[in-house]
């Protein structure tokens, strides 16, 4: 399985400001994907980055609040822009096995922001 | 209904209990389903692929039920170290495909 590298690993931030997580992947992979899980509460994916092209973002995430970094196979960033507390959450980097080999989904470590 | 469900829980168990879990899905197209546990404060890392055959592997095994959209978790002999959040996973692997997570079963076991 590849090996994630998130950083940072956590951080405390202002409201208003913005803060960008890297994620560096030990292989090139296809599928890279941004997760959110909040206090609490299960995974929910932001989005799938794309190499070369705009990321696929899901149902209540838009590009303005979450822009997506992917500019090879093996890095991609997300920036969450404009912090408010509701944005306190553990975001997750992942990657995906290719589709024959069972589709299974790794994480890094993960970020773990607090908005104050 | 959620495309993914899941009992929360708590299940809480003595040291030496089986348990079990189960997670019921609505895409009958789906075609890859895992086991993930998740420690507090960290991310969730495999646990098992579930096969339609089932698969075990020492005191976890997994069952697929096509015919009733289920997966399920057996845990043998629990352990302290058992002590987690099992998150369902299903991927549908059709087009636009988009691995699914349930919310997860908190398990305690206490000695």
């Known amino acids: 399985s590849a090996v994630i590298s998130q950083k940072p690993s956590r951080d405390i931030c202002q409201r208003g400001t913005s803060l960008t997580i890297q994620c560096q992947v030990d292989?090139?992979?296809?599928?890279m994907f941004w997760y959110r899980q909040q206090p609490g509460q299960s995974l929910t994916l932001i989005a799938t980055a794309n190499q070369g092209s705009e990321a696929t973002y899901e149902s209540g995430f838009v590009i303005d609040k979450f822009p997506i970094s992917r500019p090879n196979l093996t890095f991609s960033t997300l920036t969450v822009s404009n912090m408010s507390p509701e944005d306190s959450s553990i975001y997750l980097c992942s990657v995906e096995d290719l589709p024959g080999a069972g589709n299974t989904i790794y994480f890094g470590e993960g970020s773990w922001l607090t908005v104050v | 209904r959620k495309e993914v469900e899941q009992d929360p829980g708590p299940f809480n168990v003595p040291e030496g209990a089986t348990v079990a879990f189960n997670c019921t899905y609505s895409n009958s197209a789906s075609q890859s389903f895992f086991w993930y546990r998740q420690d507090c404060r960290k991310e969730p890392k495999l646990l098992m692929s579930v096969y339609s055959s089932g698969n075990e592997d020492g005191r976890f095994t997994a069952q697929l039920n096509r015919a009733s959209q289920y997966i399920s978790l057996l845990i043998r002999d629990s352990k302290l170290s058992d002590s987690a959040t099992y998150l369902c996973?299903?991927?549908?692997?059709?087009?636009?495909?988009?691995?699914?997570f349930g919310a997860g079963t908190r398990l305690f076991v206490k000695a």
């Open positions: 996973v299903v991927n549908p692997r059709t087009g636009g495909f988009k691995t699914i």
């Open positions: 292989s090139q992979v296809t599928m």
